[in-house]
């Protein structure tokens, strides 16, 4: 299980305006989202995280190294982050070498890289399309190839930088089950998002930013329930959380399953 | 947007100017003293020229411009002092080293129309933001589509470095190493280069689109959002400005013709 501590991380882009103030968060296990306003420095953090970045003040410790004493390089075999656009990442003219280049590069064999690669490219769905030009692909088809380049390097944690934008509800899907995937074998999954019916499904933990500070951390469950602490980081509860507070419910619900098997065990029928 | 330029956003009757007014200047500044062919126009000038700085609050920015150009003009200084051909007048002598009244004259009349040239420039560098300089151009009859093409380079190349950093981040975090020996910064040229190539493709080709739906290649005369007010300042500069270089214009004929 991979291990990841901050501790006291601030950070500017410029020295007079921190992005990040005094930090301390520890990750376990359980899959994480980070929710918050535009410009809260939530995609900062998770570029501290992965080293592209290195704290201002404070430390960021990965399995016990220090980020600031490891290139980006190095700690990629470690730690993956998918970013926003695949277009940033996009050079092979093939779906295949595009997701065998993080492999490779992280010192898989050909033949391991190439298995990794497979099995990645069928988690996404995109199974038969290995020949393709990833430019000729939809973008969202190419945000999957994004992804299935980073899971092939099967690294124990893995970012996710809001990766359900461009996604219809299969895909959407999609990203849900991979996440869910990811937890089961034991990886940690951390994924920044402003969806919150889909924070609500499928995460575990979430921790709201809110000026560059941790405003709240704790279960999602435990997190959606206090509303007016989201309202003043200009954050609303899932769809079914509000709905279910507005008839009434003391109970917090997360999704629609959640409510409705709650209302049938009580007797009703629905 | 952010923009690549020198411009910095202040409040002043310089900033206010017209920028044709600041592009008479420069020809002012340069023609004035080449006509009239005097070192004192050309140190007229340039007090003028730091004047309007002064007043426009951007005389320390010139400082960095001034201070690499005068890397060069040091050398000029030497070089001609040592070895100009026609040094006969010693002027004074470091040890072995002699250098010559002639050849330092010369260096200076180098030096000066140099500053000269740089201050009138930074004026309208320092004090005119690029998209008013091609507005005001347009404005005179440039067409409007190479005003758009000059006015984007000063938008495009910022955006284009914050791709790059954004794709050097993304290959980086693949385990490319893009830091070390030659050979290291060549295997990574190509994962660098071909997203910056594609993602330009694609914005062009949206960057079209969206000006076309707002009428980019429509055949109407164009108007402008702002307004030109039609200030009595500019006028009077601008007449200024070309009196000096009509009366320099006389002088020289005059000087032609005894």
Redesign the interface.
């Known amino acids: 299980m991979a291990d990841i501590q901050v501790k006291e991380l601030t950070f500017g882009y410029a020295e007079s305006k921190p992005v990040l103030q005094g930090i301390s968060l520890s990750f376990d296990g359980r899959s994480t989202a980070i929710i918050g306003q535009n410009g809260a420095g939530k995609t900062t953090f998770v570029?501290l995280l992965?080293g592209?970045l290195k704290p201002t003040a404070g430390d960021v410790l990965i399995d016990g190294q220090n980020t600031r004493e490891a290139?980006?390089?190095s700690l990629?075999?470690r730690i993956?982050?998918v970013?926003q656009?695949p277009?940033?990442?996009?050079?092979k003219n093939k779906v295949l070498d595009e997701v065998m280049?993080?492999p490779l590069?992280?010192g898989m064999s050909e033949g391991e890289a190439k298995e990794h690669a497979e099995a990645a490219l069928a988690l996404v769905g995109l199974c038969g399309l290995e020949q393709e030009n990833p430019?000729d692909l939809s973008l969202s088809e190419r945000k999957m190839v994004a992804i299935a380049?980073?899971l092939a390097?099967d690294t124990g944690v893995v970012i996710f930088d809001e990766p359900t934008i461009a996604q219809d509800w299969r895909g959407r899907r999609t990203i849900g089950s991979i996440i869910r995937g990811l937890r089961e074998r034991g990886k940690l999954v951390i994924a920044i998002l402003h969806d919150m019916d889909f924070v609500a499904e499928y995460f575990e933990r979430t921790v709201v930013f809110a000026k560059g500070r941790v405003l709240l951390d704790g279960g999602t469950r435990e997190v959606f329930a206090k509303e007016e602490c989201l309202r003043a980081a200009y954050l609303e509860p899932p769809h079914v959380t509000q709905l279910c507070k507005s008839l009434g419910y003391n109970e917090v619900f997360l999704t629609a399953e959640d409510f409705v098997s709650h209302v049938k065990g009580n007797g009703f029928t629905v | 947007m952010k923009e690549i330029s020198l411009y910095e956003e202040k409040d002043t009757p310089i900033h206010a100017l017209d920028p044709l007014t600041k592009i008479l200047y420069i020809l002012a500044a340069i023609l004035v003293p080449a006509l009239y062919g005097g070192r004192t126009a050309m140190a007229a000038f340039i007090a003028a020229s730091i004047a309007v700085l002064l007043a426009g609050r951007v005389l320390r920015r010139t400082l960095p411009i001034l201070s690499f150009s005068f890397i060069v003009l040091i050398t000029v200084v030497i070089i001609q002092g040592l070895f100009r051909a026609g040094n006969t007048t010693v002027a004074f002598a470091l040890g072995p080293v002699v250098f010559y009244r002639e050849g330092l004259s010369f260096a200076l009349g180098i030096g000066l129309n140099v500053v000269n040239i740089l201050l009138s420039f930074s004026i309208l560098v320092l004090t005119t933001r690029p998209s008013d300089l091609v507005e005001a151009m347009v404005r005179l009859g440039l067409s409007p589509k190479l005003g758009y093409v000059l006015a984007s380079v000063f938008q495009i190349i910022p955006q284009m470095t914050a791709?790059m950093g954004?794709?050097t981040?993304?290959?980086?975090?693949?385990?490319?190493?893009?830091?070390g020996s030659l050979l290291v910064r060549i295997k990574a040229f190509?994962?660098l280069i071909?997203?910056v190539v594609?993602?330009s493709l694609?914005t062009t080709k949206e960057r079209a689109i969206a000006l076309e739906v707002r009428g980019f290649d429509s055949r109407r005369e164009k108007t402008f959002l702002r307004e030109r007010k039609a200030r009595g300042r500019d006028k009077a500069v601008n007449a200024l400005l070309a009196v000096l270089i009509v009366l320099a214009l006389i002088g020289r004929v005059t000087i032609w013709l005894t």
Do not use: W
């Open positions: 570029k992965k592209l290139t980006v390089a990629a075999g993956g982050m970013f656009n277009n940033d990442q996009i050079f280049f993080g590069n992280i430019y380049s980073i390097m | 791709t954004t794709i981040d993304a290959q980086r975090s693949r385990g490319m190493e893009t830091e190509l994962p071909a997203p594609m993602n694609i």
